[in-house]
């Protein structure tokens, strides 16, 4: 039972979340219960109905996880009790920055403003009521914000930063379970708690005992199948670019980016923007459609490593992407801005999804009969991570129904020209 112990929250992943009464305050304040309105995966319920769980779910999950990583016997050892209440609380608090529709408005933060949510995140637990009660709790907020987002960058304790940010950490460990409980899709079992109690430091940074081996293939495995049916699905990727061109036709009426504070910021949740969205003129068709669920269509979609160069071009250069989008309107014989290129792995037009697969090697090591620790890479141990560390490059091309043939065409006859060699088997 944690420290002056004030009761517990029921979660339909973990089960009870046990809290103290410090991180009920927390819990309670108007930044943290702003989460209850900022949907988990903004677009998914167009695919899975049942994906409408939140931002706050997800943080006391995340919280209650970075909690038995400091309790890890192999972690605590190098931790204080100061430190272990404050990574817990940094985990609660590590997605306050998110925006409404979630990674959806990170592209608006991004163009306008050259900022992601994690920026925003440090922001807002420095500057809004957050700093008050983590000061009156003896917390340093300015260290809050930064840990929150695994920039502490605390000296000889990297691993403070990688429990919450790294390729094996707790915001990952939740997420991929909970998103896959919430949509049904659940490819792969993940066994959380043996990832968990695998972790050891080894010269300041968390690393995984290879003992763990199996367990930690089977969340690489199941956390890329979550991206293929989950996060990358076309559907749910047409709703999220729907979603983002709305608000980019309506940012200079409505103001999304022009906030001054961190109230003005923190007043924009799923609700209130969608209205606003919704009584914009600029964007209410866009919405109207999203109501009746008239989608944009993806009229072609391949799937490609990044080795060839043609193909490295439109995953790596917006410029090229929008000469490939005038081609294809061109050929197709519509407006530049019937065509929607999708490339969810870089930060593009119209949407970028910023929790990618990312190219990672993962501490690993294992113990010898005299208990030392020898490192190794991954990639050398493991054939299965050795093949999955590369980028998913997924390239697709969007119109609406009533061009969708005449797109799809041309969009085959231009794109068709990129390498096979390029495409992934699966």
Known sequence: MPRSYWGEIKDPVHGYVYITAEEREIIDSFPVQRLRRLRQLAGSEYVYPGANHTRFEHSVGVMYLAGKVVKNPNISQHISEDEAKKVRIAALLHDVGHGPFSHVFEHLLDKELNKTHEDMTSWIVKNSELKDILNKLGCNADEIGKLAVGRLRKPKKAFLDQIISSSVD???????????????AEYGYIDVF???????????????????????????????????????????????IMLAMAMEKANETLGLTNFQTPEDYLAMDDYTVWTKLRNCEK???????????????????????????????????????????????????????????????VPSVPYYHSALMEPME????????????????????????????????????????????????????????????AKISY
């Open 194 to 240: 043996r990832l968990i109690h695998a972790l050891d430091v080894l010269d300041e940074n968390l690393a995984v005992d290879l003992g763990a081996l199996s367990a930690l293939e089977s969340f690489i495995i199941a956390r890329i199948e979550s991206f293929k049916s989950i996060y990358f699905h076309r559907v749910g990727r047409a709703a999220q």
């Open 283 to 345: 964007s209410r068709e866009i919405i109207e459609n999203l109501e009746r669920r008239k989608m944009l269509k993806c009229t072609y979609e391949r799937t490609f490593y990044e080795k060839d160069t043609m193909v490295s071009n439109i995953f790596s250069r917006e410029t090229y992407r929008k000469q490939l989008q005038a081609d294809i309107a061109k050929e197709a014989k519509v407006d530049i801005e019937a065509v929607t290129i999708d490339v969810p792995t």
């Open 362 to 421: 993962i501490p690993v090591f294992y113990k010898t009969r005299e208990n030392s620790r020898i490192p190794r890479r991954l990639s050398e141990i493991s054939k299965i991570f050795d093949v999955l560390k590369g980028f998913i490059n997924i390239l697709r091309v969007y119109a609406e129904e009533e061009n969708r043939e005449k797109v799809g065409d041309a969009a085959s006859k231009i794109l068709g020209e990129i390498p096979s060699s």
């Open 170 to 184: 707790v915001d990952k460990l939740d997420f991929v379970v909970r998103d896959t409980y919430h949509t049904g």
